[in-house]
């Protein structure tokens, strides 16, 4: 056991999870100079909804981002996350579509991409993984980590070994909603490095208060690197504070090594971001405070937001605390998906059509009949087969792997999007959200004057001191852990 290592999440999960992703790329460049003299694992920045967001609210090209952040950031990996087969959408892409993403998401400067399923079936894994590995990037799966009758810890080493056989080069424990408490973390950690050769990654936030204790009992138990978010935009439905966890483990044999002025000088400039976040509407002050609601009822923050805003819609509010007692029945009827995007949305949608209703499985959303037939993967328990058959009828369960069943799509889309799509990284985008990159590559084009712009040249942007930096993380980090 070494030191710890650290991705700071400040210029992704954490706007996203507490400020909606409004941070801008132009909030980001400045505090990059000193991002990238701190000796950070990885910086998460991109992925996500950041993407969407991009191209829906900011006005940006999200792959512009990735360039302006690559160059910026010369001696640090940039890292993603990418959702399996759903890439960063909401449904299950073609292969074809795979590939071209991972290929481009490296070339454009991404250098782990962390790939993780809803329902943990490793048959949505197979092609993000297989083409990370094609194209040279890092390659971090993930457990999506949950409680249920059916997850327990040999459930996770049991994937975790599947993981590492398919070729990860880390493996991540992804913690989306706050469950994984303190002395369960220890236990986890100390059964996978026991059991897995490639490093642990631990991704946790700190909705209920408990995630710092997390980090540090998985540090204790040798985890080999943590997610944090720096304090302006940490804690709450976010990361744990990077500068508090450093904090904690100075002078201890897991001391990161970091400098608390450095870290204290790149907070001074996103309290300025969060000021403007906070002011524009964005930031909520409720997205600080403890709620413990997530150990009860297991919902994500960012479900729970929804599940309110659905209610308020409905002027329902008052049904709220049935909602969520609804929501473990639903899960347990539903195979007990763990609740992340997209299961988490759906679970939450089917518990208010339920409440609002008032009987239970009146009616179907789209997305749960899609559940339920098996159109995003192997569910982990048993279904309810009751109310499979109230949904989906006689029609048969899919249980192959739902993207066999999907016919290349990258040509089609290429045609349909013609001459707006000024290279393959637009192409993409359109791929991903077909209006709302549309209307974005014909504002584009409008602001051009009708030009098309300057195609991107990777090879003209390629900086060969990052790959003399890499080298040195690498060797640190194999030297600074037991493998």
Known sequence: MGKLFITDTILRDAHQSQAATRMKVEEMLPACEILDSIGYWSLECWGGATFDSCLRFLNEDPWERLRKLKRA??????????????????????????????????????????????????????????????YGGHCEPAISYTISPVHNDDYFVKLAKELEQMGADSIC????????????????????????????????????????????MAAFAGVDIVDTALSPLGNGTAQPATESLVATLQGTKYDTGFDLAKLSEAAKHFRKVAARLKEDGFLDPKVLSVDTNTLMYQVPGGMLSNLISQLKQANAEDKYYEVLAEVPRVREDFGYPPLVT??????????????????RYKMFTKESKAVLRGEYGRLPGKVNEEVRRKAIGDDKVITCRPADLLEPELDKLRA?????????????????FP????????????????????????????????????????EDLTNGMTL
């Open 173 to 216: 424990i992804k913690d989306m909603a706050n469950l994984l408490l303190p002395m369960p973390a220890f236990n986890l950690v100390t059964r996978l490095k026991k059991e897995i050769k490639v490093p642990i990654h631990l991704h946790t936030h700190n909705t209920t208060g408990t995630g710092d204790m997390t980090l540090l």
């Open 416 to 432: 349909e999007i013609g001459d707006l799509a000024e290279s393959d990284e637009d192409v993409l985008s359109y791929a991903l």
């Open 73 to 134: 950031l010369p001696k640090t990996r940039l890292q993603m996350l990418f959702r399996g087969q759903n890439i960063l959408g909401y449904k299950h892409y073609a292969d074809d579509v795979v590939e071209q993403f991972c290929r481009k998401a490296i070339e454009n400067g991404i250098d782990v991409i962390r790939i993780f399923d809803a329902l943990n079936d490793v048959r949505n894994l197979e092609s993000a993984i297989k083409f990370t590995k094609k």
């Open 342 to 359: 997209p299961t988490s949305q759906i679970v939450g949608s089917q518990a208010v059509l339920n409440v609002l209703s008032g009987e």
């Open 435 to 474: 209006q709302v990159a549309k209307k974005f590559l014909e504002d584009r084009r409008k602001a051009n004057g009708g030009r098309r712009a300057e195609p991107y040249d990777a090879a003209k942007n390629h900086n060969p001191e990052f790959d003399k930096a890499i080298e040195l993380i690498v």
